[in-house]
């Protein structure tokens, strides 16, 4: 299946954790995003990778950092994890056609 | 600094009925509209997007209206089945593969 993957679907986890998120499309897409909504369904972007090249940083604490190994791969690895940081967090790819989706990872930090 | 705001925020409708979701954007520089529909515990999935070159744009049920001058847009579907019920979202952007920003999200319901 052609498709935008992630995992974990979910992740539940204790305040001051350290956590990771691994997001691959096999789209050939050249772009790929990570956005957050919140409890309240609010979408936003948090970064997004051209090439492996960071491109877009939405003033996202520093304890968010993403990684691209490769054009098809953008991992989100997230330190000293906060209540606040509890979500659910997409990973997207794109080409000139319009951005695709992943399924999700519902993150919970007690 | 809210760059685009959608209306209403849920919306019940009756099975056959027309849904109709407006968006406002401030800023000229978009140009790019898309919506998407966010069934639960799913990702967002692209319906239908549309340029400024034109003023609609139409894929089966679902049609987008463009108001240039007025900066609005509007998701409009006809003939709404209950398996339309989910979350719709408009968005603007630079260019498809930009960066989106998303409205706050529409419930919508509809009746069987």
């Known amino acids: 299946d052609t498709a935008v993957s992630q995992t974990p679907k979910y992740l539940v986890t204790q305040m001051g954790n350290d956590k990771s998120i691994k997001c691959e499309q096999n789209?050939?897409?050249?772009?790929m995003y990570w956005y957050k909504q919140d409890s309240k369904k609010f979408l936003k972007i948090m970064f997004s990778?051209?090439?492996?090249?960071?491109?877009i940083n939405e003033t996202v604490p520093n304890r968010f950092s993403p990684k691209s190994p490769d054009k098809a791969h953008l991992n989100l690895h997230i330190n000293s994890l906060e209540l606040g940081d509890s979500a659910v967090y997409f990973c997207?790819?794109?080409?000139?056609?319009?951005?695709?989706f992943g399924p999700g990872t519902r993150l919970t930090v007690l | 600094q809210q760059q685009v705001k959608q209306s209403p925020q849920s919306l019940i409708v009756q099975k056959g009925g027309i849904s109709i979701i407006n968006c406002a954007y401030e800023?000229?520089?978009?140009?790019?509209f898309p919506w998407y529909q966010q069934f639960p515990g799913k990702g967002p999935a692209l319906l239908i997007a549309?340029?400024?070159?034109?003023s609609e744009k139409k894929e089966g049920r679902f049609t987008i209206s463009f108001n240039k001058s007025a900066k609005q847009f509007s998701l409009h579907i006809m003939d709404s089945q209950p398996g339309d019920s989910a979350t719709y979202f408009c968005?603007?952007?630079?260019?498809?593969?930009?960066?989106?920003?998303f409205g706050q999200g529409t419930i919508l319901t509809v009746h069987p």
């Open positions: 997207a790819s794109s080409h000139l056609l319009g951005q695709f």
């Open positions: 789209l050939g897409h050249d772009t």
């Open positions: 990778y051209n090439n492996k090249e960071l491109i």
């Open positions: 800023n000229t520089a978009f140009d790019y």
């Open positions: 549309i340029r400024p070159d034109v």
């Open positions: 968005c603007v952007g630079g260019t498809s593969y930009g960066k989106l920003t």
